[in-house]
């Protein structure tokens, strides 16, 4: 959560896209078998919201 706090608003824009495509990669690799490592989704998902919630953070200060 700490690396998060540090970034800026482009920064954080920019891992919110990067991480919302890496999910969506991973659920097209479960549809077609190609991933073994289902708790990786959970990781991205939690990773998601916390890039969310430091942008809500920032704008309400």
Known sequence: MSEFKKMNDADLVKTLKEKREALR??????????????????????????????????KTK
């Not at 549809?31 to 809500?56: C, F, L, P, Q, Y």
């Open 25 to 58: 990669v991973f659920r097209f690799g479960v549809a077609g078998s190609k991933t073994r490592n289902v708790k990786e989704a959970s990781a991205i998902k939690r990773d998601i919201a916390r890039v969310m919630t430091e942008m809500t953070s920032k």
